[in-house]
């Protein structure tokens, strides 16, 4: 009498040679390894919050760079990358493997997901009262934290460096003014 394995146990190999589960009593689900569509959604909601935003600004229209070109560049960016997360997600989905010793992460880090989103949104709520240095710093270091950084001085003292020389490159560069916050005196 033969026995049939688990139909959750079982794995079977697309013609790219990735991974998939059978769940759902031995049928593949369209879901199994597709959870990094998240990202690729949260970056089109970002980019259309930013499209919003330059679209409702009041800005003079004879000024070139102005203070939208960068958010537009950035609103095409993260348009072009989301479509590009969708397609490699649709085309190669990862199913975790099991497998002990392995160190590869083929699953959504929810964890990471988190501090990148997170430092998003308290550098938005905070650039006013932090101002662009030190609100771009901790917008730095959370996504640092959330790729796995280990380092929390080294991360934040780098994240002061780069977020001043961007504001450098913006004041002195483009002529373009960020928000001074705290250490401009503004609160």
């Known amino acids: 009498m033969s026995t049939s394995p688990d139909p959750a146990a079982v794995s079977t190999s697309d013609d790219a040679?990735?991974?998939?589960?059978?769940?759902?009593?031995?049928?593949?689900?369209?879901w199994a390894g597709r959870s990094g569509l998240v990202i690729p959604l949260i970056m089109a909601a970002v980019a259309t919050w930013l499209a919003?935003?330059?679209?409702?600004?009041?800005?003079?229209?004879?000024?070139?760079?102005g203070p939208t070109f960068v958010p537009w560049i950035l609103v095409v960016a993260g348009y072009v990358l989301a479509a590009l997360l969708v397609l490699e997600v649709l085309r190669h989905p990862r199913v975790p493997e099991h497998t002990p010793g392995h160190g590869h992460r083929t699953y959504t880090d929810w964890g990471a997901v988190a501090w990148c989103v997170g430092g998003f949104a308290l550098f938005a709520a905070?650039?006013?009262?932090?101002?662009?240095?030190?609100?771009?710093?901790?917008?730095?270091?959370?996504v640092a934290r959330g790729i796995g950084s280990t380092r929390p001085v080294f991360d934040a003292s780098l994240a002061l460096v780069v977020s001043s020389l961007v504001y450098l490159a913006f004041s002195v560069g483009l002529g373009l003014t960020l928000p001074s916050g705290l250490l401009g005196g503004g609160w």
């Not at 040679?17 to 369209?30: N, Q």
């Not at 101002?131 to 771009?136: E, H, R």
Request: hydrophobic share 50%.
């Open 17 to 30: 040679g990735h991974a998939r589960a059978d769940v759902e009593g031995g049928r593949d689900s369209w």
């Open 52 to 65: 919003v935003g330059n679209l409702t600004m009041a800005a003079p229209d004879d000024e070139f760079p």
């Open 126 to 142: 905070t650039l006013d009262l932090l101002g662009w240095i030190l609100g771009a710093a901790v917008l730095f270091w959370c």
